[in-house]
């Protein structure tokens, strides 16, 4: 019973005003002036955690021993491997936020 009380929404980000379903917009009237400035930000978010990912990415290449085959590591002691794993679900947000500037 509970669940049908439960509603999402998307939020911006740097207002956090909750986004209409039914337009599909990105942002809201209030930021629509900003648009590039917004778009240019989470771009560069995505820039930044594709970098730290394949940064991660290289470094456990290196302590497997072979670059050139998936990284396989399931050290839990490691820090890197949570510091790829945080990075890579962070990478999937940035990209999901500029996916919805589908132009």
Same mark, same amino acid.
């Given at each position: #019973?509970?669940?049908?009380?439960?509603?999402?929404?998307?939020?911006?980000?740097? &207002? #956090?005003?909750?986004?209409? @379903?039914?337009? $599909?917009?990105?942002?809201?009237?209030? %930021?629509? $002036? @900003?648009?590039? /400035? =917004?778009?240019?930000?989470?771009?560069?978010?995505?820039?930044?955690?594709?970098? &730290?990912?394949?940064?991660?990415?290289?470094? %456990?290449?290196?302590?497997? $021993?072979? &670059?050139?085959?998936?990284?396989?590591?399931?050290?839990? /002691?490691?820090?890197?491997?949570?510091?790829? @794993? @945080? =990075?890579?679900?962070?990478?999937?947000?940035?990209?999901?936020?500029? /996916?919805?500037?589908?132009?």
């Amino acid at each position: #019973m509970l669940i049908l009380f439960i509603l999402t929404y998307r939020k911006i980000y740097e &207002m #956090m005003n909750i986004l209409s @379903k039914v337009t $599909g917009a990105p942002l809201c009237k209030n %930021c629509a $002036g @900003k648009e590039v /400035d =917004v778009y240019a930000n989470t771009l560069q978010d995505v820039n930044h955690q594709q970098l &730290m990912f394949s940064q991660l990415w290289t470094e %456990c290449q290196r302590c497997q $021993g072979s &670059m050139h085959q998936e990284v396989l590591c399931t050290n839990r /002691d490691c820090p890197i491997f949570y510091k790829r @794993k @945080k =990075v890579q679900i962070d990478l999937q947000a940035a990209q999901a936020a500029l /996916d919805r500037f589908a132009w």
